[in-house]
């Protein structure tokens, strides 16, 4: 594969304005001294950025991993969660047209993203039947590329993206659009009006600043968000991804935060009924919607514990039955049987 000419090598000290907080701890340092890229790729005429970890280490080569990202964010969300997987994977995640430092278009539209997400996988070398991990508006798209193109993958993964029962979804009411896009005097005064949507804590305030901080760019009065008012319209809502769940031609999984705000348990269930009795269902203790803020180690292992299992079973190994994990609660321990896995602190 020939490099591609605008791909840039990102420094692995982060300076200056995006200089993570002393107090956060090892773990998050650690994850952005890994070596990363910063990469385009041209899809229909606009310039598609990700960024991209080499595989890292001595483990087994297990392919690749596409992460992408929710409405309005950007690749930056993954950067302290990719480098956990570059043991075993090549790992990439995807700017989205419209946000972070993709270019924009005049009209968006999911099959148009999930050609988005198809160029990054090669044009990003993932190789044969890499993994996609979508959050919220990411896992409507990852919905879209599972049924378009799910045979060319191995497994899609969605994370606290509701598809809702057919008696809720006729009274759910999109939420209005952006009618503009606010412009701040200085760097640090956009930093603090970062808020997430849906509105919630986060005890990681070091997380939350760290993606407020890639969410910005400078224009000629001031600064202002990344992306375009037009990616957040109402429209986004507008197709069937209840059928395009249905429809997913890979094996399917579900991640989603107990104390989220747009998936429920009944939710959960609803969406098993359509991915099928085989697709894992995990539940993330004292995480909300943004899981991988919320509890970031948590949905490392919960991700390990479900790629293992498809793994294994390509490989003909015996899935592995227990997982461990240590997130900012006490440690739990959580049981994977190959179709959920259980907090066993209930």
């Known amino acids: 594969m020939v490099p591609d000419p605008h791909s840039r090598e990102m420094s692995t000290c ?5 200089a993570p907080a002393p107090s956060a701890p090892a773990w998050f340092h650690s994850a952005l001294e890994h070596p990363v890229s910063s990469n385009f790729v041209e899809v229909d005429g606009c310039p598609i ?6 595989r890292f280490g001595d483990g087994e080569d297990r392919g690749g991993l596409l992460f992408v990202h929710g409405g309005g964010a950007h690749a930056n969300w993954w950067r302290f969660i990719a480098p956990f997987f570059t043991r075993d994977f090549r790992v990439a995640a ?5 946000m972070g430092d993709s270019g924009r278009r005049d009209d968006y539209d999911a099959i148009q993203r999930a050609d988005e997400m198809k160029a990054v996988i090669s044009a990003a070398g993932l190789r044969a039947k890499p993994f996609v991990i979508g959050h919220s508006f990411g896992g409507l798209m990852t919905m879209r590329f599972g049924a378009a193109y799910g045979d060319e993958i191995g ?6 993206s509701p598809i809702r029962r057919p008696e809720e979804r006729a ?17 640090e005064t956009a930093v603090d009006r970062f808020r997430l949507l849906p509105a919630q804590e986060c005890a990681n305030d070091f997380l939350v600043d760290f993606v407020a901080r890639h969410s910005i760019k400078e224009v000629e009065t001031g600064w202002t968000w990344k992306f375009d008012i037009g990616v957040l319209s109402s429209r986004r809502f507008g197709e069937p991804f209840h059928e395009h769940l249905q429809k997913v031609r890979c094996r399917a ?6 104390s989220s705000a747009l998936v429920s348990r009944e939710t959960a269930a609803y969406m098993s009924e359509l991915m099928g009795p085989q697709a894992p269902i995990v539940e993330i203790p004292e995480a909300r919607h943004h899981v991988m803020l919320d509890q970031p180690l948590a949905f490392v292992a919960a991700l390990r514990a479900i790629l293992d299992g498809w793994v294994r079973t390509d ?5 592995r039955r227990h997982f461990a994990l240590t997130s900012h609660t006490p440690k739990l321990t959580f049981v994977f049987d190959g179709s959920t896995i259980f907090d066993r602190r209930r």
């Open 315 to 319: 490989s003909g190994e015996p899935p």
């Open 49 to 54: 950025h990700y960024l991209l970890w080499p």
């Open 14 to 18: 982060i300076t200056g304005r995006f």
């Open 171 to 187: 009274k759910f009411k999109p939420p209005k659009g952006m009618g503009w896009m606010r412009v701040y005097d200085t760097f």
């Open 253 to 258: 999984a579900l991640i989603f935060g107990e």
């Open 94 to 98: 995807i700017d989205l047209s419209g």
């Open 155 to 160: 497994g899609a993964v969605i994370v606290d």
